[in-house]
């Protein structure tokens, strides 16, 4: 008889925290058990669970701490859906506006496109649960730019990208205005980390600005000439 047959649960999996010895001596790379990633974030827990307050991990990994954010967003986002204080558009709307205030940059891109991944099917996990076909693709395909644009593979020492070296890091910011619609502004990350100031990620420093576009709409082809 094994453990299932008696009625007691398994042994819960040991969380892996390296993928390789030669990934740890290279990179220093070991990862943040989900205890102490839940402990962290309790310390700040009323922003991670305020839909517009923006996280920055500068060494990502696969996004432990990311998901986590993202997980508790758009917990308080289908909470307000089942109290009936949402529709399914101000869903989306709320949803989509968590998933740009979350950033990552990894220096290593198996993880970096692994945590755009990991990010990606567990927000359209949540939304199919809630809406079924109901689900508009180009919701899904918002949130898809958003996270190639937010996760970055880039040196957050150097200011350099990782993909292209001689690219500075570029950070936008996804500023929600009047009725659904989003402006983006593009900051030198190494501006951002100059100005040294506390508060809000950005702040007063040079950018390039876009027009405005209904968030339904982010994508690639939004910002082609």
Known sequence: MDDMD????PPPKKERQIKSKERVSKHGEVF????EVNAMLDLVKQETERIESRFLEPACGDGNFLIEILRRKLAVCEARVQK????????????????SSIYGIELLPDNAEACRQRLYHYF??????????????????AVAYLL????????????????????????????????????RRDYSFSYLVATGQGGDL????????????YFLNL???AYEN
């Open 6 to 9: 008696a009625g007691l649960m």
């Open 32 to 35: 943040t058990a989900e205890r």
């Open 84 to 99: 009936k204080q949402f529709t399914q558009l101000q869903y989306e709307k709320h949803a989509v506006w968590a998933v």
């Open 124 to 141: 359209c996990q949540q939304y199919e649960r809630l809406f079924g076909s109901a689900c508009k693709s180009a919701c899904r395909e």
């Open 148 to 183: 190639e644009r937010n996760i970055i593979m880039g040196d957050a020492l150097t200011y350099r990208r990782v993909d292209h070296p001689d690219e500075w890091i570029v950070v936008s910011e996804w500023s929600f205005i009047g009725d659904g619609k989003v402006v």
């Open 202 to 213: 950005f702040s007063d420093i040079p950018c390039d600005t876009f027009p405005p576009v």
């Open 219 to 221: 994508n690639h082809q």
